[in-house]
Nanobody, 121 residues
Framework: QVQLVESGGGLVQPGGPLRLSCAAS????????VGWFRQAPGKEREMVAA????????YYVDTVKGRFTISRDNAKDTVYLQMNSLKPEDTAVYYC??????????????WGQGTQVTVSS
């Protein structure tokens, strides 16, 4: 069992930065792939970024490429999502998720409770 807790959400102006954190506890988190997902009101949940347990590869959805960066510190059992040049359309609840096998796709085994990100002036 892996427990995930997101933090770092909030209200930010368009063009501003925000860094989300996903802290894990439980089993060996360093062996898990981690994904960041988001869900805006009235929209389906989408994967935003993902990182393999080995950090050998990352994934970004096209709409965030060049603006978002996913990284992990396995010594701290934490994965980060650095979000720059935020746009109003980035407004959503952001979730982190972990899985031993899955990398891209939505069927991750473990999920956090989510953190709200609102981009507005």
């Amino acid at each position: 069992q892996v427990q995930l807790v997101e933090s770092g959400g909030g209200l930010v102006q368009p063009g501003g930065p925000l860094r989300l954190s996903c802290a894990a506890s439980g089993r060996t988190f360093s062996l898990y792939n981690v994904g960041w997902f988001r869900q805006a009101p009235g929209k389906e949940r989408e994967m935003v970024a993902a990182i393999r347990w080995s950090r050998e590869s990352t994934y970004y959805v096209d709409t965030v490429k060049g603006r978002f960066t996913i990284s992990r510190d396995n010594a701290k059992d934490t994965v980060y999502l650095q979000m720059n040049s935020l746009k109003p359309e980035d407004t959503a609840v952001y979730y982190c998720a972990a899985d031993r096998v899955r990398f891209t796709g939505a069927n991750y085994a473990y999920w956090g409770q989510g953190t709200q990100v609102t981009v507005s002036s």
